[in-house]
Structures are given as C-alpha cells and as structure tokens.
C-alpha cells in the first residue's frame, strides 16, 4: 500500500522499505532521521477487542505486530538530537501515550485534538514530540474541527485534503 501511494502521489525521492518496525533503526541507521511521522495501531489486543476480519485492517488497528513503546522507542532510535515525530492517536490512550513517549526521550510539545465536529468530543490526538527535549513547554492548541453541522467539510479541513 505504501508503494502504491508513492507512485499515485509521484513521487520519486521516497524509498519504501518493509520489514520489522523494531529493526528500523538497524536497516536505516540511529540518530539518521530528521522526522518521523507515525499511525501507529490504536487498540491493543485485549479478549474484549473485536478486530477486523481483515488481516490487513486488523494489522493496522490493533496491536498485534507492534505495541505503542516499541513505535516510539524506535522513533527515538531513528531520529537525530532534537528530531521531530508525529504520531496520530486516540485521546483515551492519552495518559499512557505521553508516560511512554518520555520514557522513549521524546518531549511531548504540541497536542491538538481532532473532533468530526464541533459538538462531538475528539476522537484523535495530535502528537508532536522533540527527541531530547526539555520536558516543559507542552502547548494544547485549538482543536481540529473536520466538519460543518451540514456535514460539509470546514475550510482547514478542506484546505488540507485538497490545498
């Protein structure tokens, strides 16, 4: 799927390489990078979770090949003194999230909460980490409305999906 998105974006300068999250930073190399970017899987694998029939959708929603402190441990592996990573989450796992991105040496900086629409509470977290970061200074900005009462998307949301 990664390469199929490459090629439909054309772009030319991006390699894609498959394997183990957690052996990143041995085929790429430690403090190389200077941003990652991350959708890690959302749930973990609990007898209470109900997971997609789909291998691949299940893969990529719960916690089945990887878990939350081996993405960001690797984040941190891979990125250079003061490298940036995002990561994409649910704000129910916000507590953990934070503790975990800490502990791996990622300051947690801005946080902005995603919300389908005004009146509804986020369903996604924002999360933008410094490696080597002072531990201070984390800002909450406004959240990320996606859309309108009509259904519509808002401007921002609109302005990110098609420039």
């Not at 894609?16 to 970017?37: E, W």
């Not at 916690?63 to 993405?71: G, N």
């Not at 940036?84 to 129910?92: G, I, L, N, Q, T």
Request: neutral net charge; contains cysteine; charged residues 20%.
């Amino acid at each position: 799927m990664a390469r199929r998105s490459v090629a439909l974006n054309g772009f030319t300068n991006v390699d894609v390489i498959t394997g183990d999250l957690a052996a990143a930073p041995q085929l790429i190399g430690k403090d190389q990078v200077d941003v990652v970017t991350c959708n890690p899987p959302y749930f973990k694998v609990t007898p209470q979770a109900i997971q997609n029939p789909n291998e691949h959708l299940a893969l990529a929603r719960h916690e089945l090949a990887t878990d939350f402190a081996t993405v960001a441990a690797t984040a941190a592996a891979l990125l250079k003194y003061q490298g940036k990573a995002f990561f994409v989450h649910r704000p129910d796992r916000l507590p953990e999230l934070l503790h975990t991105l800490v502990a791996a040496g990622l300051a947690p900086k801005r946080l902005r909460f995603v919300q389908p629409k005004a009146d509804r509470e986020a369903n996604m977290v924002l999360i933008e980490t410094i490696r080597a970061g002072k531990a201070d200074g984390v800002r909450v900005l406004p959240p990320v409305i996606v859309q309108a009462a009509d259904g519509a998307y808002t401007p921002e949301v609109e302005a990110l999906l098609h420039g």
